[in-house]
C-alpha cells in the first residue's frame, strides 16, 4: 500500500483560518493551495474549511466568534473531524485561535498549530507575563506546531520553551505557474510589488527608493498592488513626482497577480517585519529576481547575491542601489531568477508542502 492510497483509512482534518479560504492575504492563498493539491493527490486525507470569525468587519468580526465556534462544533460532529489545523498569527489571531483550540481538545480532536504572520516575536515580547504564559499554554498543549522555517523554530524552542519534538519544519508551499512570463524587449522594466500597502510591508520606503531612481535617470515601470493604505500611497507617489511611473490596482486575485508575475522584470518586498512571505515564493516559481528585506525567513527563502538581493528594513538608498542594479543588468536578472526558480523546485513546491502536511496528520 502506498503512502495515499486509497485503501488506507481517510483522516479528517479542519483547517481553521480567519475568514476561510476568502481570506485576503498569504495565510489564506497557502491553505488554498494546499487543500487544492491534497485535494487532488492524496486520497487518504479529507480537508474541510472552517472560518474562525464570520465577517471580517471591524465592529462585528469579535461579536461573531462565538458562532464560528459554535459552527465549527456542530461540522465537526457530524463530520467526525479528527484533527484541527489551526493556523495562528498574532494580535487578535491569537486569543480567537485559543478558542477554537480548547473547543477542538474537548470534542477529542488533536491540534495542529500553523504558526504564520509577520513579526510573531515581536508581538509575544510586548506582552506581560500573563499574556506570554497564556501564549506559551496555547503552543505547549498542541500535539504539532509548524514552523515555516529554522528561524521560527528558534523562536519556539528558545524563546517560547516549546518541545523540540513537537516542532515541525514546513515551508509554505505554491504551485508551479501554469502560464509563461510575457517580458517585452526594449521596454522599461517593471517592478512589481503584491501585499498589505502600508508601513509593515515596506511600501512607503519603496516609494521614495523609486523617486531617487527617477532622480538617477533610471527608466522602469512598478506596479504596487494590494489593499490597505492605498490613497496615502498615491499621495506619496504624487508628491514626489512619480505618480505616472507607478499602477495602484488595490487588491487582486489569484489570475491577476499571476499575470503581474509573469510581466515582471524585477519583485520587491520591503517589508519591516515578516514570517515566511508567499509571493516571494510565487514569484521564484516564475524565475523573477526578488529584492526583500533581512527580516524573518526571508534569508533563509533568498540567497543573497544568488537568487537575489537583500537589504535592511527602512532604508531608502540600499534599496534604490538594489534596484538600480537588476534594472541595468539584464543577465544578472536571468541568473538570480533561474537561481531563485531551481531553488523554489526544490524546496518550496505545493506538492512538497502536501506531503509533509499529509505525514504530519498520519502521524497524529
Known amino acids: 500500500m502506498t503512502a495515499t492510497s486509497p485503501d488506507r483509512p481517510r483522516r479528517r482534518v479542519a483547517i481553521v483560518l480567519s475568514d476561510g479560504l476568502s481570506v485576503q492575504g498569504g495565510i489564506g ?3 488554498t493551495y494546499l487543500k487544492r493539491e491534497i485535494d ?5 486525507i479529507a480537508l474541510t474549511v472552517h472560518p474562525a470569525r464570520l465577517t471580517d468587519r471591524p465592529v462585528l468580526k469579535h461579536a461573531t466568534v462565538p ?14 473531524v479528527e484533527i484541527a489545523h489551526i493556523n ?3 494580535r487578535g489571531s491569537t486569543w480567537r485561535k485559543r478558542l477554537f483550540a480548547r473547543l477542538a481538545r474537548l470534542l477529542g480532536q488533536r491540534v495542529v498549530l500553523h ?3 509577520s513579526g510573531y516575536d515581536e508581538f509575544y515580547a510586548a506582552q506581560d507575563s500573563a499574556k506570554q504564559d497564556r501564549i506559551r499554554n496555547f503552543f505547549a498543549s498542541a500535539d504539532r506546531v509548524v514552523a515555516l ?5 528558534r523562536f519556539l524552542t528558545e524563546q517560547m520553551g516549546i518541545a523540540p519534538s513537537k516542532i515541525v519544519e514546513i515551508p509554505n508551499g505554491v504551485p508551479n505557474p501554469v502560464n509563461p512570463r510575457t517580458l517585452k524587449a526594449g521596454e522599461a522594466p517593471v517592478i512589481a510589488f503584491l501585499g498589505l500597502i502600508g508601513q509593515r510591508k515596506g511600501t512607503d520606503v519603496l516609494i521614495e527608493a523609486l523617486a531617487m531612481l527617477a532622480q538617477r535617470g533610471i527608466s522602469f515601470r512598478a506596479i504596487i498592488a494590494g489593499n490597505g493604505a492605498v490613497e496615502e500611497a498615491v499621495a506619496q507617489a504624487k508628491a514626489l513626482g512619480i505618480a505616472d511611473r507607478l499602477d495602484f490596482p488595490g487588491w487582486i486575485g489569484e489570475s491577476e497577480a499571476d499575470a503581474v508575475l509573469n510581466g515582471a522584470d524585477i519583485f520587491v518586498l520591503p517589508s519591516r517585519a515578516e514570517n515566511q512571505p508567499v509571493s516571494i515564493l510565487e514569484a521564484m516559481a516564475r524565475g523573477v529576481p526578488v529584492i526583500a528585506t533581512r527580516v524573518g525567513a526571508i534569508p533563509e527563502q533568498i540567497d543573497d547575491g544568488i537568487s537575489g538581493l537583500l537589504v535592511d528594513p527602512g532604508k531608502v538608498a540600499p534599496l534604490a542601489d538594489a534596484l538600480e542594479r537588476l534594472i541595468v543588468s ?3 536578472r536571468q541568473s538570480m531568477g533561474s537561481a531563485g526558480q531551481a531553488r523554489f523546485a526544490r524546496d518550496f513546491s505545493v506538492a512538497a ?12
Open 149 to 153: 522555517s529554522p528561524y521560527w523554530t
Open 40 to 44: 487532488a493527490h492524496v486520497p487518504d
Open 115 to 117: 504558526l504564520h504572520g
Open 353 to 364: 508542502c502536501a506531503r509533509r502536511f499529509a505525514d504530519v496528520y498520519r502521524s497524529l
Open 29 to 31: 492563498r497557502v491553505m
Open 330 to 332: 539584464p543577465d544578472e
Open 67 to 80: 458562532f464560528a465556534l459554535a459552527l465549527f462544533a456542530t461540522r465537526a460532529v457530524l463530520g467526525r
Open 88 to 90: 495562528v498569527a498574532p
